[in-house]
């Protein structure tokens, strides 16, 4: 055990944990770097070869070991940390991923599979899945988890995980080999391209899923229980994935000019614009399709603009098109997949696609919220900021903002500069909005350089002056009512009052509005401003005469008050109501001396 490594690592917080160990993210105060920490508590043995196996791997898809070393009864193995997110997270949040996409990363886990495989003793990995496939920032997969593995065919032999593994490795007779890692590769294919966790009649619905015959016909040779019927080798696979690579994109295009033949000959008005270059009409096209179909998403629509980006795949403008006809209807989410299938190709080197990137990595910085919407994912986020050749000032600064969001190793004065420098270039109501949310998020690690308070303050006016529509305006009014809430022994009660009502205004459902009526009379009395919240209670029991919550709550300012006369029979106005099921209920009862039978 290195000593002075041990006293150098602080632990930070658990990050992962499983049946063997638990996984801490953790700094190395003497290299300033985050390092990654698994204690293998239950098998120490397994451990202790797991570090033997890393120890001599160098590969830039695969974990880099720093250290081993004992604590009490659990070996401990420290890695360089990977910020990012697991296929299997991917998946969870974003359904499931193209064809094309699985082929990108089946190629990378090919190329991994290959080296481990190429080693002398072979390295059987034995739990190849989604949840140990890491997309690191820049996209790139990092197989990770090596606590299954073994050498060669030697050595014990471990389950790995039921539905990946195959059924070899669950047969205690069975001999697991590197065509064992094909099985659990091609399961983890099928996964990303179906979004399904794998079962035993995988292939009764592969129509649903639109997958190649080609792609299907690999999947099924990596799958085959017998090993014998196999595909051989991950070179192999990776060949055989490569050649599909390049048939999609070919066949894509092919499909695309097929369609544009039948269409075009059915296409209204299509004859006036025979005279226009293809790329141009396409678009045109585009346009006029989407005209007919307001406020919903048009297929027809959508291939129009595929077809105009396949047929200049070098120009930005059709793909931003088709961005922005997405956001439109309200599927910002869909569109951010469907232009990953042509960015993360080889073939994407369309000039002047800085903005497009810019546009992309801040979607995924801000998130949406509301029907259709999607969480922030800063990871995904400094993917595309970071494909940036001459990022603009905001680019730069959002590029550094995704870093730190997605875990990258920093300083709190390097993020407060680097936030600085994003307000100077913010200008749209959406990156106001989003720099207010990384002070609300990072506020303790600044407030030493900053009074958050004041600095959140000054962003909610600048938001007040941005927001250009009702969505922006009711989403301005719900963090300044949220904000003054969090802040009213600083700045009084009165501007989350005034904020409160402003943003009733705006809720569409009853129960949201009687939520704050509620609240505001619960505030009023909790601040001592008695006759206001009399006043405040029975407006709210008379503006909703049906809601139990009122007459509970007014019963407890009652009671609290000392009259008990009151508070029973507010008591018994909810209990007429249905009150009965809510908790407070019954504690008001309790102290009421009521409802006790």
């Not at 659990?74 to 998946?91: D, F, H, Q, R």
């Not at 899923?209 to 991950?234: H, P, T």
């Not at 503006?543 to 919550?549: I, Q, S, W």
Request: charged residues 30%; positive net charge; glycine residues 10%.
């Amino acid at each position: 055990m290195n000593r002075d490594f041990t006293e150098t690592c602080h632990i930070l917080r658990k990050i992962d944990g499983g049946g063997e160990g638990d996984v801490y993210l953790a700094w190395d105060s003497r290299h300033s770097q985050y390092i990654a920490i698994k204690r293998v508590k239950s098998q120490v043995l397994g451990g202790l070869l797991e570090g033997e196996i890393l120890k001599n791997l160098d590969h830039p898809g695969l974990p880099r070991l720093i250290e081993v070393f004992m604590e009490k009864d659990s070996v401990c193995l420290a890695m360089n940390y990977i910020p990012g997110i697991t296929v299997k997270e991917y998946i969870k949040r974003h359904g499931r991923v193209s064809e094309r996409q699985a082929v990108l990363w089946g190629i990378q886990l090919c190329s991994i599979l290959c080296y481990l495989h190429g080693r002398n003793p072979a390295v059987i990995h034995c739990d190849i899945k989604p949840a140990n496939l890491m997309i690191s920032k820049g996209g790139t997969l990092t197989l990770i988890d090596f606590g299954s593995a073994k050498l060669g065919k030697e050595g014990n032999k471990r389950q790995g995980t039921r539905g990946y593994a195959p059924p070899e490795q669950m047969d205690a007779s069975g001999q697991v080999d590197e065509q064992s890692d094909i099985y659990s590769l091609g399961v983890t294919l099928y996964h990303m391209a179906t979004g399904n966790h794998p079962a035993e009649n995988q292939w009764a619905d592969d129509r649903n899923y639109g997958l190649s015959n080609g792609f299907v016909r690999l999947l099924q040779g990596c799958m085959k229980s017998e090993k014998k019927d196999r595909l051989l080798s991950a070179a192999e696979v990776q060949k055989r994935l490569h050649r599909l690579k390049v048939r999609r994109f070919r066949n894509r295009c092919g499909a695309a000019v097929l369609c544009a033949a039948v269409m075009i000959s059915i296409y209204i008005g299509f004859a006036g614009k025979k005279g226009q270059p293809a790329y141009t009409r396409y678009l045109s096209m585009a346009q006029e399709e989407a005209g007919k179909e307001r406020g919903k998403l048009s297929g027809l629509a959508v291939r129009y603009f595929e077809m105009a980006i396949n047929e200049q795949p070098g120009r930005a403008s059709a793909y931003e098109c088709l961005l922005e006809y997405f956001k439109s209807v309200g599927k910002e989410k869909e569109g951010l997949q469907v232009l990953a299938e042509f960015i993360e190709a080889k073939e994407f080197s369309a000039a002047g696609k800085e903005h497009l990137l810019m546009t992309m990595g801040e979607m995924y910085l801000q998130g949406k919220e509301g029907d259709g919407g999607y969480s922030p994912d800063p990871a995904l986020a400094y993917r595309y900021l970071s494909m940036q050749q001459k990022p603009s000032g905001i680019g730069q600064a959002c590029t550094e903002i995704a870093d730190i969001l997605s875990g990258g190793t920093y300083k709190p004065a390097e993020l407060q500069k680097v936030l600085e420098r994003f307000e100077q270039k913010a200008f749209s109501f959406r990156q106001i909005y989003f720099l207010y949310r990384v002070y609300g998020q990072k506020g303790q690690e600044l407030k030493t350089f900053k009074d958050i308070d004041e600095v959140q303050r000054s962003l909610i006016r600048k938001m007040e002056t941005k927001a250009g529509n009702a969505y922006d305006n009711k989403t301005v009014l719900r963090e300044k009512a949220a904000f003054y809430e969090r802040t009213a022994d600083r700045y009084g009660l009165d501007p989350w009052l005034e904020a409160a009502d402003q943003y009733m205004n705006v809720m569409e459902r009853e129960e949201d509005r009687v939520g704050i009526q509620r609240k505001k009379a619960r505030m009023l009395a909790e601040h001592n401003r008695k006759k206001e919240a009399e006043k405040a209670y029975g407006a709210l029991i008379r503006r909703y005469p049906e809601d139990p919550g009122g007459y509970i709550d007014y019963g407890f300012y009652l009671a609290s008050e000392g009259r008990k006369d009151m508070a029973v029979e507010m008591y018994r106005r909810a209990e007429q109501l249905g009150g009965r099921k809510d908790t407070e209920f019954r504690r008001l009862g309790a102290i009421l001396g009521e409802g006790s039978e």
